[in-house]
Structure formats: C-alpha cells, structure tokens
Nanobody
C-alpha cells in the first residue's frame, strides 16, 4: 500500500484546511489510519487516528475540538479537516496506516507512511 498526503498550504490563524490521504496499491479498509506532524527541530507528533471500522477516533489534546479525521472507503482516502488553526499547527503532516486493528498513538507502530504535506499557519 502506498499513501500520498495532499492538501497542505498556507492559511491564516483561525482558518481551515482539509488534508487528504490517498491509498494505492491495495486497500486500507481494515487498517487503523493516522495523521502525524513534524515541526522544524521537533520529533514526529501524533495528531489523530481512526479505527478500521470508523467506530473510534482519537485526537491529540492540542487539536481536540478543532480537527476531525474521517475516511471514505469508496474512494480509499482518509481526510483531516483542520479548523481554527493556530501558528503552532505549522508542520509537515504525514498520513500513516497500521495493519493491526488496535488503535495507537505511537508512530513506531504504523506500517505505512506517505510523503508529507506542508501546512503553514501565519499569525
């Protein structure tokens, strides 16, 4: 499975962006899907994850109430709607897939990674 994240860009504080992650080379319908981000000089940080059956979603405290993760099985995509953005959301965002169905916020437990997409939030 190959993953490709897109939809990043420049947005003003308080604005919104929607990231999408497209899967190819297979189906990710049974995977846990997650979003992570990495700001300059910092480690990779968990943002959100969604269970294989869409029954559960998990969010980092820093984005809870502002970001929403969702998936479209028919289109083989997973999205991250980001509202009320803050300058501290500036980072490269990565989507990731995990074959085992248990939820996790640990990046080391994800099996597939897409190329990142840059999100820049200006103050």
């Amino acid at each position: 499975v190959q993953l490709q994240a897109f939809g990043g860009g420049l947005v003003q504080a308080g604005g919104s962006l929607r990231l999408s992650c497209a899967a190819s080379g297979g189906t990710y319908g049974s995977y846990v899907m997650g979003w992570f981000r990495q700001a300059p000089g910092k480690g990779r940080e968990f943002v959100a994850a969604i269970s294989w059956n869409d029954a559960f979603a998990s969010y980092a405290d820093s984005v809870k109430g502002r970001f929403t993760i969702s998936r479209d099985g028919a289109k083989n995509t997973v999205s991250l709607q980001m509202n009320g953005q803050k300058p501290e959301d500036t980072a490269v965002y990565y989507c990731a897939g995990r074959r085992i169905f248990t939820m996790t916020t640990n990046a080391d437990n994800y099996d597939y990674w897409g190329r990142g997409t840059q999100v820049t939030v200006s103050s």
